[in-house]
């Protein structure tokens, strides 16, 4: 929305008319710096959660486009204000937020929307988090694919170049799938459940690395498999899980790296997970059509 040029003094002058009120937590997707017409700066910022994408305007010239990085944390809020008949969001509140001071299960909903060539697909993603319901694993699912280096190539880059779900969006739609359907197994207990869809969600978490948004290898892709990354992409999240909860995390590091039914070398399966888990891919790949 554009703030009208009619607006006398529009960074002070503004209807205290409210209707509607914004407080959270969002992405940083860009920030502009803007003149109205009385030659009065404000800043025209644009954020996205998971559900959603908002623009905002900011008075505030003591924060510089400089502190502002594309997909930083920020808190803000902000009313609903009307000029000339016509409303936006004025932030009252902004600051800045490290994630790991947020680590928690709302952090789910940091996923920008924006950067989704299917956000509906995001909502799915939410729905297979919360039915994790050991804490331990869903912070380490969290602790993978929030930072900002790995959640926004795992919701846009394709699972594969030549051969399944090859398009944008593939890799995101593939770890849903193949959730999908191993939870069509019957689990001993809850906390083989929950180790499965774990192991299902993140098996090929490493193509944020190898793949890119536009088709093509990355330059380490080029020279190292996805399968190589897996252990190092979730490395931190690995080791924090370890300290809580070694089984699964062992566990976890077994079904990822164990050997397939026919391979001659490698560590065998250390659970039926690891079985399911290879049938699961391999369906959900002859199923992901070319595009």
Known sequence: MKISANCNNISSNISKSKKGVITGIYRLISIMLKVDHKNKNYYKICMSNTQSEITAYYFDLKITPLMFISGKLVHIEAIEKFCDGRSYFHVNYLTFVEIDSVLNSSCINYIPSYFSPKPTKLLELKNIYFSITCPYLREFVLGVIIPLDICIPFIQVPASLH??????????????????????????????????????????????????????????????????????????????????????????????????????????PASRIAYALQNADKLSASFGGLH
Do not use: M
């Open 163 to 268: 051969h399944h779900h090859n398009y944008v969006g593939g890799l995101l739609d593939h770890s849903i799938e193949v959730t999908h359907i191993i939870l069509c197994l019957e689990f001993k207990s809850e906390k083989e459940k929950n180790i499965a869809i774990v192991c299902a969600l993140l098996h090929d978490i490493a193509k944020v690395k190898t793949l890119n948004v536009n088709l093509q290898r990355t330059h380490i892709g080029k020279f190292v498999d996805h399968d190589e990354l897996t252990l190092e992409v979730c490395a931190q999240a690995l080791e924090l899980l370890d300290e809580k909860d070694s089984f699964s995390a062992t566990l976890i590091r077994n079904i990822w790296t164990c050997r397939s039914p026919k391979a001659r070398y490698g560590y065998l």
